[in-house]
Nanobody
Framework: QVQLVESGGGLVQAGGSLRLSCVAT????????MGWFRQAPGEEREFVSA????????YYADSVKGRFTISRDNAKNTVYLQMNSVKPEDTAVYYCAATYSNNYSYRSSYNYWGQGTQVTVSS
């Protein structure tokens, strides 16, 4: 069983930066690809970014490309999401998730989810 715990959310002004972290309590961390999703009130949970097992490949939704950066440290069982130039529309609960699948952008591909961390961007 994989447990994922996110942290780093909070209130930030538009144009600012925030870094989210997600720690996995599993020795299988390095064998799983990791993703970040977000869900705004009244909206579906949507794909934000993903990173391959080795960290060599990364993927982004068009809405965050060029502003967000995903990375991972397999020695620390941790995946990060660096959020720069944030916008009010980035306001959402952010979830990290783990998958053995190569279908990174599909929510249904992910087997394990964290509890989420709230990010609020003020204008």
């Amino acid at each position: 069983q994989v447990q994922l715990v996110e942290s780093g959310g909070g209130l930030v002004q538009a144009g600012g930066s925030l870094r989210l972290s997600c720690v996995a309590t599993a020795r299988t961390f390095s064998s799983q690809s990791m993703g970040w999703f977000r869900q705004a009130p009244g909206e579906e949970r949507e794909f934000v970014s993903a990173i391959s097992r080795s960290g060599r490949s990364t993927y982004y939704a068009d809405s965050v490309k060029g502003r967000f950066t995903i990375s991972r440290d397999n020695a620390k069982n941790t995946v990060y999401l660096q959020m720069n130039s944030v916008k009010p529309e980035d306001t959402a609960v952010y979830y990290c998730a783990a998958t053995y699948s190569n279908n990174y952008s599909y929510r249904s591909s992910y087997n394990y989810w964290g509890q989420g961390t709230q990010v609020t961007v003020s204008s």
